[in-house]
Structures are given as C-alpha cells and as structure tokens.
C-alpha cells in the first residue's frame, strides 16, 4: 500500500490521460473513417493527393500535426487494449494517420481483417458514408 501511496499523483496522471484519450478517440473516430475514400484500400500503390498544400512551411505544418494525432491515438488505442475503450480502432485510426514507410501495406493488411473491417465499416455507416471496398488481394 505504501508503493500506491508513493505513486497516487503518476496513476491520478495516468488515469487522466486515459480518460481523455477515450474520450477524443470516441469523438475523432467516427469523423475520421467516414472521410477515408471508400476505395482507399484499393489501390495496389498509395494514389497521390491532388490537393497538397503548395506552401512547404504550411504542409509541414500540417505533416506534423496529422503525425502527432496520429502518435495519440496509437498510444491512446494500446492503452485501451488493458481499459475500457475501442482499442483496436484507435489504433488501426493512428497507424492510418501518421507517415512512415509501408504504411500502405500495413493498412492493407489490418484492413482486411474482418473484425477491423466490420468496425470501420460500422463506424461509416453511423456517419451515413458507404462502405469500405475492398480488392479480391485485400
């Protein structure tokens, strides 16, 4: 008791920060998968943006604000695997998010898991957006 005792202020912290990030999370997901293409995942290669900022200073804006929601909610979605919350969405929407290299692919594959699918799908019907399609090499 004297280790909870020591430590109440980090887990008051901890629990805050988890309240929050289910609570944004429950409020940015359904937004963000009705605004992904419903033939996002498609496409054999990533198709190109046609509306980039031409601006280097407001696109790296923009990079970097999309990453570090992104980073939110992955760790948002693993904290949500051990608490109440729709963990495996927060973290399929922060992987969708962020830039790295094979993103593309990695969304594929989660994308063709039909737990994930029926989710997404789920959410984007609530929105009344269509759903997801798939290619037959998912």
Known sequence: ????????????????ISALTFVIS?????WL???IPTDY???????????KPSHPVLRLIIVVTKNLFGWVLLVG????LFIPGQGLLT????????????????ERKLVAKPAILGGLN??????GAPALVLDEAG
């Not at 995942?41 to 509306?51: G, M, S, Y």
């Not at 973290?91 to 990695?106: R, T």
Request: glycine residues 4%.
């Open 122 to 127: 789920w959410l984007r019907t609530k929105a």
């Open 77 to 80: 979605g693993f904290i949500m």
């Open 91 to 106: 973290i399929a929407m922060g992987l969708l998010l962020m830039d790295y290299p094979g993103k593309f692919n990695l």
């Open 1 to 16: 008791m004297a280790w909870l005792a020591a430590y109440q202020s980090l887990f008051t912290w901890l629990a805050i």
């Open 33 to 35: 998968v009705a605004r």
């Open 41 to 51: 995942f498609c496409h054999h290669k990533r198709q190109l943006v046609p509306l």
């Open 26 to 30: 429950l409020l940015a997901l359904p």
